[in-house]
């Protein structure tokens, strides 16, 4: 039995729901920005949230990246097979993190984002204890509101912390403009105002002898606009490999570049005007789509006009009044998720499809790497 | 490295996110049921879904249990070590899934909800090419318009449907009332409707000479209450086991019954009136509080004026405006979440704390079997 999952030989023979990928599809995001970033001269460093495996992280870095993004010491622990040089965009101020971090440091390049004194004293512990370096970037907050410094001023005495202890080096500025949702013909204003308080944090701390060699933003929504804000040298995106419903009905990709497809089957018809199919929220996650709050919980491929309305933990109610043919019971259909990332995160493996039909099983493998 | 999870002797020590359930609230929870399903003898056949592993499952059976509830066949072949004895209250129409169910017939008591002519056509053949017997429950409706058959008439028809149909067994009927959410004290309209359905539904069988020797119902709000439907003579609560924020702000339970806590730990504090903890939609779910939507993620145990008001995928933003004394950058909370079971199904393992303080590591081994 435990092997039987690789025979599938196509979509069709999938125990279902399973999470599909359209290689070919992936492959041309992947190369779209690889040709974006080297014609605007900025680095990739894709955030592996989206996918956490090591399959894809490979892909991303054959098409150019410069490194990886991840989340958790787990993931870069997992990931150091696929790079060898990482940065980890997300607070480490325990001493267990930070000593998982300094030993990755003794074979890589190992870069942390830093918002605080004791995330900077911790890691230069950490480091000094492994005789290891690790590579800081201060935080700058752009809008968001989540983590980083509030103000350049802030962002400056960070630095000369770092600066001023060993073990741990300044490497330069990170920020997320994860706020910015607007259509990419909109985003020039909210760009700027990014840009201008990257410039304000690089004077200041310039003013004071010291360089930010790294500025490190993008999102995918601000994805192609990046050349927009000068400073950067890097860009961070997560979702631009797979996109999802946020990405298409937000305005950042068609629908031809939406590349994870759940397949689900019909198990009920049994109410009026509606089935169900065999995923809800432990299949898909209860985000709703964050353009389009009331358009249901992801796009059913072959029935357009049906609404996958709502969902509990294993079943996915699928509004089908307004069909004009609808999906019979035992049927598949195929749906692109409101947020592929989280989705993902569900899977313990996903499915790799080829132009020419044929399957690769892919494990998920830095999911459930809480720490 | 591999087995250094287990050195861990102290709550404290655990790597941060972490799912901490307290044995002694969960043994508890597991006992309260127990005795009130004994004094009204009702068989409980808790829905593992909640916890999704088999040292839980066996609690459950020791304390008398008449067998295990299942959403999924993988969850079946997991959890076959726990018990004989296992129901899937969820349809199964395709042909692997059937055929999986009826391997395991072989060696257990299987059963399965229905709710459609394929579905039942579909057991058959599997049951027949594997030469066991499935027993049948037809579901019927009783508010929530999700599945199930809408009348006593078309619970009926699926009914004789399955006692002219070889390889498969009518058992009873199942129903789940998941849309009766208030406070226990008014429930009693709700339930009498419920019992009213299913006693037209088991007299129009009876008029037929059809037999529901099963009626099996429950869900952990109504638990208590379910004397007073008097058809009931089994019911499958999930979430009774840990409890939540859903149960408790329900009026469920008690905050001292919630036997989960999530230990985050905080990582930033740069932002006015908040702080940051490790734990965010990949560790919580997105899920809101169903009676209570505007409360926030969860409860801070520790910090009972903290909001944790917004999750990213890996942070949880908490707004600490209120709170006298804040927690600092580095400390440890313990949060209950919101809906404990896809909370679980997020983590690849949960510890278990007895009264002595000492921690065990339970896999969640039903997690991942999405089919």
Known sequence: MANLE?????VDQLPTPALVI???IARRNIERLSQYAAKNNLGVRPHTKTHKNRFIAGLQIAAGAIGLT????GEAELLQTAAKDLLMAYPAVDAA??????????THTIRVVVDSPVGIQSLSTAANQAGTTIGLLVELDVGMGRTGAATPQEALELAQLISQTRGVRLDGILCYPGQIW???DQQSPALAAVSAKLQDTIDLWRS???????VSGGSTPTMFQSHLVKQYTEIRPGTYVFNDMNTFRGGFCALEDCAARLIAT???TAVKDQVVIDGGTKTFTSDLCIPARDSGHGYIAEYPEARLMRLSEEHGQVDVSQCAKRPKIGERVSIIPNHICPCVNLQDAIWWKEA???LQKINVDARGKLS
């Open 70 to 73: 991840v989340a958790k010491v």
């Open 22 to 24: 359209d290689g070919v």
């Open 266 to 268: 019909v198990v009920s």
């Open 356 to 358: 020419d039909g044929s």
């Open 97 to 106: 993190r930070c000593g998982r971090l300094a030993e990755l440091a003794r």
């Open 6 to 10: 690789h025979s599938f030989s196509s």
């Open 208 to 214: 004071k002898g010291l360089e930010a060699k790294i």
């Open 182 to 184: 607007s259509a990419v």
